[in-house]
């Protein structure tokens, strides 16, 4: 019992040169005091009593006892059930016995000894089964950990796949095994692990190795479990859920998750009520979740670079973290996280902003270019365009969005081909980014035209705040291609406002920009080039993130010619003609969306004028889904509670939903009708029934022909539109009530209907 003569204990991996570590020796001391106090006794009763008598001395002495039967426990297999029992005997606060465990794991973890590896998660899940208090604190300091090799796993190359997955399997089992104790422990443990498990499982499907295909299954059932039974506490992850779902999409079970999160507004199941998807990408996640991606040793060396490396001067370092964390090989999978970590996490003060530190921008730089794989770098640049897609100004701060800006500006000219390549991805997020499944499931949330208007919030925001001085090197700069400045214009036209002077391409440090090469690209050779195709399809893309196409690194022009033209004589000359009078060109009709997005018309004083002239001359092909989103966000605009039920997902009955709701706003407001052509409605309701095939679509459209059909003088006899018996039965819904009812009680009925499952 008491090891009188045994070798001398240690936690840590320690070369000849490395310097004694402060923990050991302060915890070794106290197993040294543990065995000086068993050497006497004979028997575990003995013992037992000696040990208790010792605790009951004060709060040093019981801490010294329970931590050196923790530190015995880690150092030798042999005792450790022994010391576990006599740990439970003698502990009067279970707190020590987990701040140690919790200390060892944040500190030291990389460092143990494969022995105490095992003894750590062996201790541990002990310790859960005991309930012990705050044990799931050390649970959630082991989700930082995972890939982790120490020196001696790493060396050993045939094993080291197994190793890195060693704490997931290992962790993953004692939770399975507790299944009832995380249910009823809730959160953090609950919605952390479920992120870290999801981050690990989108990586793991890529190394697509069979002998990890167990774990896989397991990861994906326990996500699933706990996404099912305790989805309030897991809505605290925020926005970054939906990120980490759209790496693990093609598992069937996370699919299955995700279709119930995007028809969870037509069709609430029972563990996701109305509204979630909504709900998700509106809530920002806690910045202790975000660091729970990153082991403690790259958070703080990552902090170091960002508060105490000079601008220019950090090569070495990022060289050396390079190598030490091994971001060229199987480390490269934590390089989103380390980007989403810098952008959302770490706001450096005003005062290292303004001085020559490193700054965030040339940090993210340089890890996009670290990036080898192709799929790394599609997550890697979604994790830095993230919040840009759901920004919301009242809740969120535009320190997230500045590195993304400035990289892109700071770029110019000298790196062109990472400005163009940033801009691409963003716009093609803007165009083409949609949830998968939400055309099936009938889910107008979170389309194009809604993180269009974020991403124009945001850099709304990024110019009030004086990020950038301007957004002119999008739209004017020579190195950006024709193609990403047409899309800019397109995309982004309102926020462009042209400079008399052109500004500079580096903003701030102007004279450092003279002479110091970028620093997102000084670890790397000079003819290596940022990959400029922009969501080419990697093994597992980020889904629904449509292809778009590489821009060009540089617009070129044609040369021009070295031969100088020649200069008549004054007296060869004629004299000049006098220009003719021509008629002066038919003013240009605005379309309504651009007078929409142009500030100075809808300002409180113009917006009910400007929106009277926009619908008096609204013409057919004017009502699109754009400009259906641009009405909606107009202040002053009334949209019913209809509109915002009922929308079906097409784009065609958005503009008919639009179109009955702008109609009924302008009636009400300028006491006129508005003179559209009974051949454009009837055309419009032609298109709807191609589109819409349930019942209840039938319906809604037969309810938008006789609530219109008022205003236009027409009959209702013109469209044909029957109620099968069955529905007339079932819901007590007649043609008599839907001709005598008001969009407003039909909203309340289908309010009404869709809880009892009646309509799909």
Known sequence: VAMKGGKERTLLIAKEIDAPDDLDIQYRGNYEALVEYLSSTIGDLEASSTLMQKVSEGAEEHAVVVTGLVYGILTDPSVSDLYLKYLALVTKDWTVVTSFLRRVVLEKYSRLLPSCQHQLLWVTANLVRQDAPEIDHVCTALLRFFGVLSSEQSSDQSMAPLHAVWLETALLAILLENIAWVRNKGAPLVPYSVFVYLRALGAHIQTGREEIFQLIHHEANFCVMMLKEKFTECQIVGRDLIR?????????????????????????SR?????????????????????????????????????????????????????????????????PDMVRYICAVY?????????????????????????????????AKFALFYDYMFFDNRVEAVMDLEPAILLMQHSLPKYAALTNTLLSFLFDLVEFYDPPGSASTGSGFSRSDMIKDNVRLALTCVLEKGVVSSLEFMFASEHISASVKERAKTLLGSLYKPSATPSPTLASRPTEAKTTPSPSLTSRPKEEKMNTAVLNPPVAPVPSLTPGPAPSVKETHPPQSSVPTPVKSPAKQKPAKQPTQTAPPPPVRRSPLARLQNPEEVTPSKVQQTLIEILDGLNYDDVTPDLAQALICVPGFCVSPVTRQVLLGSPSVDACWLLFDMMRTYRTKSGREHKLHYNALKHLFNELRKVTSSLGARLMCFLVVSSVAPLFRMPDSTFQVKIPKRLETTTGINMEMLEASSSTQFGELYSELIPQGQFH
Request: proline content about 7%; overall charge positive; some cysteine.
């Open 244 to 268: 980490a779902l759209h790496d693990v999409i093609a598992i069937p079970q996370m699919s299955e998750i995700w279709m119930s999160l995007l028809g969870s507004a037509l069709s609430p």
């Open 271 to 335: 563990w996701c009520p109305p509204g979630s998807l909504e709900a998700l990408v509106r809530t920002t996640p806690p910045r202790t979740l975000l660091s729970t991606c990153l082991t403690p040793t790259i958070e703080s060396q990552i902090i170091f670079m960002l508060r105490e490396v000079r601008f220019g001067r950090q090569k070495r370092y990022q060289q050396w973290f390079l190598s030490r964390h091994d971001l060229m090989g199987s480390g490269e999978r934590l390089i």
């Open 347 to 379: 706001h450096p003060p005003n005062a290292i902003i303004q001085s020559d530190i490193l700054q965030r921008w040339a940090a993210v730089g340089w890890l996009l270019q670290c990036v080898k794989t192709e799929w790394v770098s599609t997550r």
